[in-house]
C-alpha cells in the first residue's frame, strides 16, 4: 500500500537544511524523531563549540603564556561549529548547485581562517551553528501523524462469494467487482457502493462532517466510513490499495515535498550575494596584483570575504524566529519551522473548513416544532426517550436537550430511517422526513433544513406531533472574527465536505461570502490550488479530510488540540485551543516577526554595501570589519529578542445562544 511505506518511514529534513543551503541527510527514524535535546548530536556539538570558545577566551585573557593552549581550543571551537554546516554546504553547492547562507558563512570563515584569525572564525562558526540548531531544535515535531490516514482502512474484510458463502481477505487483496460484507460497527475497507440494505454510515474521519449519512442500495460509500446500524452488502470500486484514503496519503506527501523546495528568506538572498562577493574578492586580487603589491591586495581580497560575510543576517533570523515562535507558543500558536512562520507573515487569503473549525463539531438541538396540543417538553422528551436506544450522533443530541425523558418500551429501530417504542401505552415514532410525514409542519420543517439544520420527526399514535431541528453550529465567536478579517483585508473562503443548504446557512451566519461545498479531501486541495491565484493561502482545518489541503497551502494550520493526528501532521501551525481569534493574533505576531526579520536583513546588507569599499580601499583592516560585524551582530540580536515580546490578554469566552422553554402562539422554540 503506497500510504504505509510512507508512514512507516517518515522523513523529516535534517538539523541546517531549511536556512543555510544544506543538503538534506538520512531519513530519520521514529526513534530518532524523539531524541531529547542533551543527546542531540545536532544540538549537543554547537554547545560544545561555544564552550571550548569560552575556555579559549578565558585562557587567552586572563592566563599569561596560555596563547598556544587558547588557540587549540578555537581550532577545536571552529571544527565543532563547521561541522555542522561545511559539508552541508560544499555538498548543495556541488551536488545542486545550491548557493545558500550557509556557503557564504563557509566562504567567511575561511577567509579569516587564511589571514590567521582563528578566534573570529570560531566566534562566527559557534554563533551560526547554536542559532540554526536552536530553531531547528525548536521547530523539531514528529512527522508520524499520517499513520492515522491508514489506521481508518481495516487489515481485513468480508467478500461474499459466488455461492453466497462469506471470507474474510486482506485488505490488500480485495479488487474492484469483489462484494464486501459490512455488518453494523464495522468500518469499509475500500471504496464502493451499496448493492443491498439500508443504514447510516460515520464518515466524520473521511468528510469531517459530525452528522451520519443515510446510505441505501445505489449509494457511493467511501473507505474509512463505520456502519452505524444496519447491515449492508457493498460492491468494491477500487482496489483495498488504491481508494479514497491511500490517494489523501499520496497527495499530502506530494504537498510536503512541494512546500519543502520553497527557499527561506536568508537563501533567496544568498544566491545573487555568493557569486558577486566572490567575483569581486577574485577581481580586488588580480587587478590590485596588477597594479601594485599582491601581497597586500590578496590581503585585502581576504578581507572582503569577511567583510561581505552575513554573519548579522545569518543569526538575526534564527534568533527572532525562535523568539517570535517561543512567544506564540505562549498564547496557543505551535508554529513548526522558521520557514513556516517566514511564510505566515505574508498570508493575504484564509480557506477554513467547516465542521470542527467554524463549528463545534457537535450536534445541538437548535429549533424544536410543536403542534397537536403538545408542547416542546414533550416532543424532545418523547424523541430522547427513544434516541437512548441509539448511538446514532442526533441522539446524544437530542437526549442531552432533554430535561425528564420517560422509559420507553418495546423499541425498534429501522436502520437508516428511524426509531419506534411505546411510551406509557402510545406507540411514538421518531425519524427522518423521509420516513416520517411532517404533516401539518412541512413548510416549517422545510425552512429548518434550509437553514442547514437535520430534522428528525416525532409521530404520536401515527400522527405527526412535533420537529426537533439539530445542528453543528458555529463557534460563538465565528462572526466578529470573520468581519475582522476581512476589515484587514484577507479573502476568505469555506470549504466544506457539507451539502450546500447546511454549508450557504451557515456562511451567511459568519459572514463569508465565497462558499465551496460537497468536497472530498483531493477536492479541497484542488480548491487550495485555485486561491494560490489570490495570493498566499493559509488553510485552517481540523480533520483527517482536511489533511491534503493542509499540505498544499503555503500554510497549514491545524485547529484545536482535538485535531486529528493527520491534520496536525500535515500542518505547519497548530493551535493549542479552538478559539477563531487565535487566527488574527497568529497572523498579526507573525507580520511583526517578518517586519523584524525585515528590519535586520536591511542593516545587515547595510553594513555590507558599507564595509565593502572601505575594505577594497584599505582604510577598514580586517579586525575593524570583525569588530563592525560584531557590533552588528549584537544590534540584531537585540531586535530580533524583540519577537519575543507578547501583548496578547486572555481570550474571555463569547456568550452564546441559548434554547429556552418560551415558545410562541404556534408552538415554535424561540431561541434567544
Known sequence: MPGRRLLRYGRRPAVMTSACGCEPSAPMTEEDEHTPWWRDRAILLPVASGLTLLLGLILEWFIPGAGLMATTLFWVSLLLGASQFVPGALKGLFTSRRLGIGLLMTISATGAVLLGFIEEAAALAFLYSIAEA?????????????RALLTLIPSTATIVAAHGGARTVQVEDLVPGDILRLAAGERLATDGVVRSGHSSLDVSAITGESIPVEVGPGDAVLAGSINTSGALEVKATAAGTDNSLTTVVKLVEQAQNDKGRRARIADRLARPLVPGVLILAILVAAIGSLLGDPGVWIERALVVLVAASPCALAISVPVTVVSAIGAASKFGVVIKSGAAFERLGGI?????????????????????????GVNRAEVLDWAAALEAHSTHPLAAAITAAALHPPVAQQVSEAAGQGITGVITGTRIAVGSPRWLSPGPLATEVESLEEQGM?????????????????????RPE????????????????????DNTRTATALAVEAGIQDVRAQLR????????ADLHE?????????????????????????????????????ADV???????????????????????????????????????????????????????????????????LRAARTRHPDLNPVKTATITADEDAHGKTRVY
Open 134 to 146: 536552536l530553531e531547528d531544535k525548536a521547530m523539531d515535531k514528529a512527522r508520524s501523524g499520517l
Open 348 to 372: 493575504r487569503h484564509l480557506a477554513l473548513d467547516k465542521t470542527g473549525t467554524l463549528t463545534r463539531n457537535r450536534p445541538t438541538v437548535t429549533e424544536v416544532l410543536t403542534t397537536g
Open 534 to 570: 489570490r495570493g498566499p493561502v493559509a488553510m485552517i482545518g481540523d480533520g483527517i479530510n482536511d489533511a491534503p489541503a493542509l499540505a498544499s497551502a503555503d500554510i497549514g494550520i491545524a485547529m484545536g488540540a482535538r485535531g486529528s493526528d493527520a491534520a496536525i501532521e500535515s
Open 521 to 528: 479531501p483531493e477536492d479541497k486541495a484542488r480548491a487550495v
Open 454 to 474: 437535520t430534522v428528525v420527526i416525532v409521530h404520536r399514535d401515527g400522527q405527526p406531533v412535533g420537529a426537533v431541528g439539530v445542528r453543528d453550529e458555529l
Open 574 to 640: 497548530a493551535f493549542t485551543g479552538d478559539d477563531l481569534r487565535l487566527i488574527p493574533r497568529a497572523l498579526h505576531h507573525a507580520r511583526r516577526g517578518r517586519a523584524i526579520i525585515n528590519q535586520n536583513i536591511i542593516l545587515s546588507l547595510a553594513i555590507i554595501i558599507v564595509l565593502l569599499p572601505l575594505a577594497i580601499t584599505g582604510v577598514l583592516g580586517l579586525a575593524a570589519v570583525v569588530l563592525v560585524h560584531e557590533v552588528a551582530e549584537v544590534i540584531v540580536i537585540a531586535n530580533g
Open 478 to 497: 465565528a462572526p466578529e472574527v470573520i468581519q475582522s478579517l476581512a476589515a484587514e483585508g484577507f479573502g476568505i473562503t469555506m470549504l466544506t465536505g
